[in-house]
């Protein structure tokens, strides 16, 4: 990245970039991801081929303007019904990361409008870690999910704030922490968890 900085990033949907979805998924960034969290079954309902399609305006990816066609972050939300009483859904999921992308999927198959949005992941190229891009692609998440109409936007918090960081101050967490959580992950980066109903682990509007 230049010198212009974190600020100077250009950001834009999958929808409008579809032509750097695989390249986010390659070395550049995905190098920093431990293998322990490329094996949750539950990312085949977000990640895996024909799901992933569905998201592409929840998806995002930033680029240095110097090098356009060369990815440096990608960030990642999910929309699903939420509260929705109908379906049980009075309080924020025990099961975390891996509840909302259940939601979102069965949403998707009834054909339930969502009424909330969900940051998922921040990954950043390991070469620019502490540039203060985590919380330019934190920003444009919300912004986002603002664009799309939606006026509930939810944040997962690390468990564990003692743990070091990792890409991103949002997901910063360790295998350690998340066995002890019982966290559930997904490729390509940290665990998030909302282990207590209703728990300060998830932070509504607050992006």
Same mark, same amino acid.
């Given at each position: 990245?230049?010198?212009?900085?974190?600020?100077?990033?250009?950001?834009?949907?999958?929808?409008?970039?579809?032509?750097?979805?695989?390249?986010?998924?390659?070395?550049?960034?995905?190098?920093?991801?431990?293998?322990?969290?490329?094996?949750?079954?539950?990312?085949?309902?977000?990640?895996?081929?024909?799901?992933?399609?569905?998201?592409?305006?929840?998806?995002?990816?930033?680029?240095?303007?110097?090098?356009?066609?060369?990815?440096?972050?990608?960030?990642?939300?999910?929309?699903?019904?939420?509260?929705?009483?109908?379906?049980?859904?009075?309080? +924020?999921?025990?099961? &975390?990361?891996?509840? %909302?992308? !259940?939601? /979102?999927? *069965? #949403?998707?198959?009834?054909?339930?409008?969502?009424?909330?949005?969900?940051?998922?992941?921040?990954?950043?190229?390991?070469? +620019?870690?502490?540039? &203060?891009?985590?919380? %330019?692609? !934190?920003? /444009?998440? *919300? #912004?986002?999910?603002?664009?799309?109409?939606?006026?509930?936007?939810?944040?997962?918090?690390?468990?564990?704030?003692?743990?070091?960081?990792?890409?991103?101050?949002?997901?910063?967490?360790?295998?350690?922490?998340?066995?002890?959580?019982?966290?559930?992950?997904?490729?390509?980066?940290?665990?998030?968890?909302?282990?207590?109903?209703?728990?300060?682990?998830?932070?509504?509007?607050?992006?």
């Amino acid at each position: 990245m230049t010198q212009a900085g974190a600020e100077q990033l250009v950001v834009a949907t999958f929808a409008e970039r579809p032509d750097l979805l695989a390249k986010v998924f390659e070395p550049e960034i995905q190098s920093a991801v431990p293998e322990f969290m490329r094996h949750d079954p539950t990312a085949v309902l977000y990640y895996g081929d024909g799901h992933l399609d569905r998201y592409l305006d929840y998806g995002l990816v930033a680029v240095d303007p110097a090098e356009p066609d060369r990815p440096v972050a990608r960030a990642f939300s999910v929309p699903f019904a939420f509260p929705d009483l109908a379906r049980g859904r009075e309080t +924020l999921p025990d099961g &975390g990361w891996d509840q %909302v992308i !259940l939601w /979102a999927h *069965r #949403d998707q198959l009834a054909g339930v409008r969502a009424t909330a949005v969900s940051a998922l992941e921040i990954m950043v190229a390991p070469r +620019l870690h502490g540039r &203060g891009i985590s919380r %330019v692609m !934190l920003a /444009a998440l *919300r #912004d986002n999910a603002r664009r799309l109409g939606f006026s509930r936007s939810l944040r997962p918090v690390a468990p564990d704030r003692q743990a070091p960081r990792t890409a991103s101050p949002l997901l910063a967490n360790t295998s350690r922490a998340a066995a002890r959580m019982g966290c559930h992950t997904i490729p390509g980066c940290a665990p998030i968890s909302a282990s207590a109903r209703g728990s300060s682990r998830w932070r509504r509007a607050a992006w």
